[in-house]
């Protein structure tokens, strides 16, 4: 079927996207070719502008269209507190939050031996250079709790040892949960750091 080749090549690339499979992304082509002029069209638009316009920030690693981006530009959040996080969508889930009225510096990764993914391929000399250049008071490490986020964490509490003071978030239990439904990991984080009521 010729007549469907672009199509079936559009369902094949949506299904590369996280979270969407071959029948979720079928579903997503046909309701967008369904809803054309309200949906595909300015969704088509819209990713060539993005296509032409994103970029990483060369101050933090975010992501937008500027080579510095808001949070870099902002003056009211160069407070001293750095976040650092692995990638960009956990610096947008912080600012999801509201909570972190600081800056952010975005590693690009974590550190991986068995990936091959050393200390140069991260942005983790930019981050020692931001400490030494800015006026950082603090470093708060809101990487993953996995092997790799945890190794990153403790290379870089190495590297910045002396330097500033140096945080991470707390771990354990999450609100609404249920001890039964939690792993021995995080109900041992949580015993680890548990706090007076």
Not at 11 to 34: C, D, Y
Not at 69 to 80: H, L, Q, W
Not at 123 to 142: H, M, Y
Request: contains cysteine.
């Amino acid at each position: 079927m010729n007549g469907t080749r672009d199509i079936d090549a559009l369902i094949q690339m949506m299904a590369k996207l996280p979270g969407l499979g071959p029948r979720s992304a079928r579903r997503a082509v046909l309701h967008l070719i369904r809803k054309r002029d309200l949906q595909l069209i300015p969704l088509a638009d819209l990713m060539q502008t993005v296509a032409a316009t994103a970029r990483e920030c060369l101050n933090c690693g975010n992501v937008g269209t500027t080579d510095i981006c808001d949070i870099c530009e902002a003056e009211k959040r160069a407070n001293g507190l750095l976040c650092v996080v692995e990638d960009v969508a956990d610096l947008w889930a912080m600012e999801r939050a509201g909570v972190f009225k600081g800056r952010y510096h975005v590693l690009g990764g974590t550190l991986s031996a068995l990936d091959q993914v050393g200390p140069d391929q991260l942005r983790i000399p930019k981050l020692i250079d931001r400490v030494d250049s800015e006026a950082i008071t603090e470093v708060i490490l809101a990487l993953n709790a996995t092997v790799d986020g945890l190794t990153t964490a403790h290379y870089i509490a190495d590297q910045l040892e002396d330097r500033v003071t140096l945080t991470s978030l707390a771990q354990g239990v999450p609100i609404g949960g249920e001890l039964d439904y939690l792993d021995d990991g995080t109900i041992s984080a949580a015993l680890s750091a548990r706090k007076a009521l």
